[in-house]
């Protein structure tokens, strides 16, 4: 059987934005189901990026941090030629809605030019004939994959599920930057011919994610008994996703993945965010008196719904956790690691990256 585009027997995975919420769960996850894998971290540690989200794989001898801006052409030229790079795995990413509305032009630059440096520089080194414009042949199994999101569908009705062929149709900045980096993606596949493949995601759950974001925002203030501010009437619907389902949807597109596709990750699970506000309250024991309605979020999304059929049919991937059984050990994660939190809130693991490594 021939060796499918992306199957390698060793591979060596750059990994953007790995001390992040989702990227330093992937890596935890690729490094212990694939032992051949090798994993450069490539993380400039913004307020989001935290390597104590990583201390389980410091020492191992298969993961290499590296601290350095994706738009850094110079940079990652230089690691595409210091190591065998096989696959590049960009999370990296300005990924809040409301900073976006506060302070978009980080958005435009991290999540567009950063992709298209690292597009760039993979097509250079990968590229069989380098000089020649017209030759799409690439080093065999050699792929990117841009980890992207489904707010770059825009916004749902009542009905209907965001499905792969739908046209973009972002309405925040941050949602525009990320549309903006597919169709970079895409045009580098048609005109270069290079190996890529777009994954879009719902809304993750799980450990170690930083607490600006709805859950765990509302798991930390419930937990000090701080109000929960719900934006407009919390009806707003997302469709939740535990981050370790969505590390194994794109463990399995960088397996079996088609070149050039896309593919949709969700977990057919729609909640309205006052019913998760509601279940954080009744499982910590507290009270509803907590739940402070505020002002909406400008331009703030109805409804996101996936229909993640070809994921599932083409590629055999579903998601394993429960909503019920993914918060209760989220619940329990933030529970048991409030020193994390409070690290994280006061901005002090940002010392970190000087204590381990300077
Ligand atoms: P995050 O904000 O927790 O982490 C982003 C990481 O990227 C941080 O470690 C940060 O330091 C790093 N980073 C930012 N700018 C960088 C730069 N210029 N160079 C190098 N590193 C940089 O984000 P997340 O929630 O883990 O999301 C990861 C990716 O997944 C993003 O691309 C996001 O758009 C996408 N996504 C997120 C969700 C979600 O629910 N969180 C859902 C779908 C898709
Ligand atoms: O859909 C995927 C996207 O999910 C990712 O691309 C983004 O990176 C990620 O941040 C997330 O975006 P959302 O805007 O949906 O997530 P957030 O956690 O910010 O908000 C979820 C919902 O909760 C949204 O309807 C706004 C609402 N909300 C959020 C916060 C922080 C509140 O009501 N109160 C809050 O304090």
């Not at 749902?156 to 973009?168: A, H």
């Not at 996101?304 to 994921?311: G, L, P, Q, S, V």
Request: proline letters at 4%; a negative charge; hydrophobic letters at 35%.
């Amino acid at each position: 059987m021939s060796k499918k585009l992306g199957q390698t027997d060793s591979r060596v995975l750059l990994v953007t934005g790995g001390a992040g919420f989702i990227g330093s769960n992937f890596i935890t996850y690729i490094l212990q189901k694939h032992p051949e894998d090798t994993i450069i971290n490539l993380d400039v540690l913004t307020y989001a990026g935290n390597l104590e989200n990583l201390k389980g794989v410091e020492g191992d001898p298969r993961y290499t941090f590296i601290k350095g801006d994706i738009r850094d052409r110079d940079m990652v030229r230089g690691l595409f030629k210091t190591y065998p790079i096989t696959h590049v795995v960009n999370f990296a990413a300005e990924s809040h809605v409301d900073r976006s509305i506060v302070d978009p032009d980080i958005f435009l630059t991290t999540n567009i030019i950063g992709t298209e440096v690292l597009l760039d520089e993979a097509k250079r080194a990968w590229k069989i004939y380098p000089e020649d414009k017209y030759s799409k042949e690439y080093k065999e199994g050699v792929r990117f994959h841009q980890v992207s999101t489904d707010e770059v569908y825009g916004a749902l009705g009542k009905e209907g599920l965001f499905v792969e062929s739908m046209p973009l149709l972002p309405n925040s900045p941050y949602s525009a930057s990320k549309a903006s980096a597919d169709l970079i993606v895409r045009s580098y596949q048609k005109t270069f011919g290079l190996p890529v493949t777009v994954s879009r995601c719902s809304n993750n759950y799980g450990a170690y994610q930083f607490p600006e974001k709805l859950i765990p925002l509302m798991i930390n203030n419930c937990i000090n008994d701080r109000s929960l501010p719900v934006y407009g009437d919390g009806m707003q619907i997302r469709d939740w996703l535990h981050v370790i389902d969505h590390c194994s949807a794109i463990d399995a597109i960088l397996e079996k993945g088609e070149t050039g596709d896309i593919y949709n990750i969700g977990g057919n699970n729609e909640k309205a965010n006052i019913e998760i506000v509601k279940l954080i309250i009744k499982t910590l024991g507290k009270s509803e008196e907590l739940i402070t309605y505020v002002k909406d979020r400008p331009g703030h999304d109805r409804r996101y719904a996936i229909d993640n059929t070809k994921i599932t049919s083409q590629l055999g991937w579903k998601p394993t956790y429960t909503f019920e059984q993914g918060m209760k050990e989220t619940i329990q994660w933030y529970l048991d690691n409030q020193k994390w939190i409070e690290r994280v809130v006061s901005g002090d693991y940002q010392g970190y990256y000087e204590r381990m490594y300077c």
